[in-house]
């Protein structure tokens, strides 16, 4: 248990307390290396993975490669740089076209841009799983970089910096169950990206400003957690499936929304065409369920979610989706007192009245 004199230190100090501050850092970045298999060495602290992120795609690149599911810390900075947009399509499960991919970088290749390709690994809505080693090999052949938003696998599913071929990957501490305001960079060693913080000497020069030492401490914390939640992600890939089958028993219209890709297993989006989301979700809080339409950032206005449209759903599915979360803490009688509501809420006998 760290105390808060522990990480009051400096860590850019040679005092005691500096060097104690530059060790805690250390040691967290050797436990983030490990739950992404890179070296310590790649691994670049930062704020958050939208911070990380941004820092990918604000390099002077001529074309940049993205779907349209990609998370706002992704698409907005595309949509500021300017570089040329080369929009890759989604199939209607949710997974990047890998066809689309090789001809979007075969043509950009032509070009001879200095091309970057952005590629989630598992989308924050959909939790659908994306193509992320095929497509990086796809890159190699045609000399692009490569970029992948990590921040929804680690602790779900096996993340491999090394493995995946990727370029850059971006991480973030509070998907992990760790602090909010704290990230990595994930950057290959030998491969230049210039500083977005400049300004200080800190994580090698890549990164300037005083280190968040007690984020960092946190985040190596969660990160070794998470590396050890194999158990944890089979309990709760059943419980999913438990509440998806009560689901579908009790609306046989539902649809579920990427079950036939490959799914992160801590969410269902599930869509009754012609009901509305919102209504949904007023009608299951009052039963004490809390469910979201859409991104979770984005709830509070509900629009319809930029990631349905990639998908190329219809308005009968965009505008009647809501998203349930499932965690380390849900347990059997949640599932249970969830799909109690939903008979109540959108069961035949509720969709009939
Ligand atoms: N990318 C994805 C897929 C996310 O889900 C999120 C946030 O939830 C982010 C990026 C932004 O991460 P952060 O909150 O660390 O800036």
Request: proline content about 4%; overall charge negative; glycine content about 10%.
């Amino acid at each position: 248990m760290l105390a808060a004199q522990d990480v009051a230190g400096n860590p850019s100090s040679v005092h005691a307390e500096g060097r104690h501050a530059r060790a805690i850092i250390e040691a967290a970045r050797e436990q983030v290396a490990l739950l992404v298999n890179a070296k310590p060495s790649e691994v670049i602290f930062t704020s958050g993975a939208t911070e990380a992120n941004n820092w990918v795609l604000a390099a002077s690149w001529n074309a940049i490669a993205f779907a349209g599911i990609e998370h706002d810390s992704v698409t907005a900075p595309i949509a500021a740089s300017s570089a040329k947009r080369i929009d890759l399509s989604v199939a209607t499960n949710g997974v990047a076209d890998l066809d689309g991919i090789r001809e979007a970088l075969a043509a950009s290749a032509e070009a001879s841009e200095r091309t970057l390709l952005t590629l989630m690994m598992a989308n924050n809505e959909t939790g659908v799983i994306q193509p992320v080693a095929q497509a990086a090999a796809l890159a190699r052949e045609h000399g692009v970089m490569v970029h992948t938003d990590a921040v929804q696998a680690p602790g779900r599913i096996p993340v491999d910096f090394a493995a995946m071929d990727v370029d850059t990957l971006s991480v973030s501490a509070h998907k992990l169950g760790g602090p909010r305001g704290v990230g990595a960079l994930v950057l290959r060693d030998g491969v230049e990206l210039p500083a977005l913080i400049k300004g200080g000497g800190q994580e090698r020069r890549r990164r300037g400003g005083t280190e968040n030492v007690s984020g960092i401490a946190g985040f190596g914390a969660a990160a070794a957690v998470a590396a050890n939640e194999k158990d944890a992600a089979r309990r709760i890939a059943k419980l999913r499936d438990r509440l998806e089958n009560g689901v579908k028993r009790a609306t046989p219209a539902a649809v579920i929304i990427g079950s036939d890709a490959p799914r992160l297993i801590n969410t269902a989006y599930i869509a009754v065409p012609g009901k509305l989301a919102e209504t949904l979700i007023i009608k299951l809080d009052l039963e004490g369920i809390a469910v979201s339409a859409g991104a979770a950032c984005s709830s509070g206005k509900v629009g319809s979610s930029h990631v349905l449209k990639a998908m190329n759903l219809g308005p009968e599915i965009t505008g009647s989706a809501v998203r349930v979360s499932l965690g380390p803490q849900t347990q059997d009688d949640d599932i249970a007192a969830f799909l109690a509501a939903w008979e109540k809420v959108a069961g035949s006998a509720a969709l009939a009245a």
